[in-house]
């Protein structure tokens, strides 16, 4: 499987993304394990299925689209393990794409941003912008899988 490295932050709810249109996300958990979980997302009008190993900043993970139909058929499964939200693509003064998801339903006020990176050495001098919140790429309490049942974390609310 491919690794996907990435930082993970809590968001300022000020930041400059208000005016970034938002993509309605839907994803649901077919399957969560101690470090590895199978999601299917709907994001805008595509549809996949994905396959995550690993926590922090460096995870293994194998994504393919899969149809509306297949994604259907699925939901259901899914039923108690479900994320409501919103994403924004917020390009970077570096260059890079900030991903800010605005969770609705039982996570509604939690906003989090993801940044990823082609390498550990990359993701690790990378600043974050000063509207960027408390990093929380290690703290397994704001990876989705975990949220979509725990809820948001004590601390965060």
Known sequence: ???EIERKFTARTN????????????QGYLVRAD???VRIRKSGGA?????????GLTRQEF???????DFDALWPATEGARVTKTRRL????????ACVDEFAAQLAGLVMVEVEFTTEDE???FRPPAWFGTEVTED???SNSVLVTAGRPVTDR
């Open 63 to 69: 994504e393919i689209g899969i149809s509306a139909d």
């Open 35 to 37: 470090g590895a979980h």
């Open 47 to 55: 549809h996949t299925l994905t396959v995550k190993k690993g926590r």
């Open 1 to 3: 499987m491919p690794n």
């Open 140 to 142: 397994v309490r704001y």
């Open 90 to 97: 917020v390009p970077l003064p570096d260059g890079r794409t």
């Open 15 to 26: 930041g400059p993304f208000t005016d970034v249109p938002a993509i309605p996300v839907q």
């Open 123 to 125: 993701a690790r001098r």
